[in-house]
């Protein structure tokens, strides 16, 4: 019996490691994407400045804020899919306290990519 208890609390530690992992992998995805996004908005302020009328600018900044908010959302998408397909097989094999734990996972997920959204849309 003790092994079994054993191996229970190796597999809820290591659920919950590899919760915390795609948490932190999703989170690093959506500063990587949103920093990408605003270095793009800075190059494109930079080469806008030159010989454009200021609807022009302004179009094209909408432009490159548009397709830098798609890709922080395609990323976003990755990594949240990426932690619901990583721990749906595993969670349906543990006992209801370690699957808490990975519900809390991808709600965690889940929460940080509306965050980026908002940080984009604002």
């Not at 734990?101 to 984009?120: D, H, M, N, W």
């Given at each position: ?22 948490a ?50 395609g ?22 306290t ?25």
């Amino acid at each position: 019996m003790p092994e079994v208890t054993t191996n229970i609390s190796t597999l809820s530690k290591g659920v919950t490691d590899l919760a915390r992992d795609a948490a932190y992998v999703a989170v690093g995805l959506g500063v990587l994407g949103y920093q990408r996004a605003k270095v793009q908005r800075v190059e494109l302020q930079n080469r806008l400045s030159q010989d454009f009328s200021l609807d022009q600018r302004t179009d094209d900044v909408r432009q490159g804020v548009a397709k830098a908010f798609q890709q922080i959302d395609g990323l976003a998408e990755s990594a949240a899919h990426f932690v619901e397909t990583t721990l749906q097989p595993i969670e349906e094999k543990l006992p209801p306290t370690v699957t808490q734990l990975t519900s809390k996972a991808r709600e965690q997920a889940r929460e940080v990519r509306t965050q980026i959204r908002q940080l984009v849309n604002a």
